[in-house]
């Protein structure tokens, strides 16, 4: 490999992501970046999540600062920066252009799973917090610009077989399969997002991928409309996504 490779893992919230990011994150050729247009979203839409305010403050919230950092050196002198994105942190007005020196992968779910753990957390969820429209929008430009399928991933899948699903994900990026993707220590990383206390008390007791659980509870009267709309871009991700 003559330059780096930059891997943009876009996914939709109550995912498996973090965990992920411990599993790229334990690869010694590689960096890892936690949600790095979080702050800038936050800012831009003014919406109101845990640590709200200590994210815009000690975060960069200038997306084309935080662009330049990413297009710039990989830290440490490593040969892979994989980025865990959320979608729907990419607003509408955030240039597009930088994204073409990337490799980009996604990562879905169940919507039904999905809402039902999203709503805990943002009461009455629309579309566009599930990050799927963005997810399509990305998944579709780079499919016509290249003229490749580029991987998707689902959670349920990864879940079930984590070492085949790892080795497919790394297949598809043409990256070596380790087997350190696996495990990890427990604990907080430097690299988590201070967003970290807040959301990673789960991921930081980990040492690997949990056993998959459905999700049994009833969705909510109140969701089934966001629901149905979740429907066809989800189906449409699952639909390319890789199996082991």
């Known amino acids: 490999m003559t330059k780096p490779l930059r891997i943009a893992m876009w996914s939709g919230p109550r995912n498996i992501s973090t965990a992920l990011l411990r599993s790229w994150g334990n690869r010694p050729d590689t960096f890892v970046s936690d949600e790095p247009l979080y702050a800038h979203y936050l800012d831009h839409t003014g919406f109101e999540h ?6 815009v403050r000690e975060c960069e919230t200038d997306w084309r600062k935080v662009v330049a950092e990413l297009t710039g050196p990989v830290p440490g002198d490593k040969r892979i920066w994989y980025q865990k994105h959320m979608a729907h942190h990419l607003l509408p007005h955030v240039d597009r252009g930088w994204l073409d020196g990337f490799a980009h992968a996604f990562l879905i779910r169940d919507p039904r799973e999905m809402l039902l753990s999203l709503d805990k957390v943002t009461r009455d969820p629309g579309i566009d917090d599930t990050g799927l429209p963005q997810q399509v929008e990305i998944f579709t430009s780079f499919r016509e610009q290249t003229g490749k399928v580029p991987p998707v991933v689902d959670s349920r899948d990864v879940l079930k077989e984590p070492e085949a699903m790892l080795r497919a994900l790394c297949d598809a990026l043409d990256v070596e399969f380790l087997d350190a993707m696996l495990r990890w220590p427990p604990g907080r990383r430097d690299t988590d997002g201070i967003w970290a206390p807040h959301w990673y008390s789960n991921v930081e007791t980990s040492t ?37």
Request: net charge positive; charged share 35%.
């Open 208 to 244: 690997g991928f949990e056993p998959y659980r459905p999700r049994r509870a009833e969705l909510p009267r109140r969701l089934e409309a966001v629901h149905a709309q979740c429907l066809e871009p989800y189906r449409f991700l699952h639909e390319h996504r890789l199996r082991p």
């Open 50 to 55: 845990p640590g709200r305010a200590e994210i």
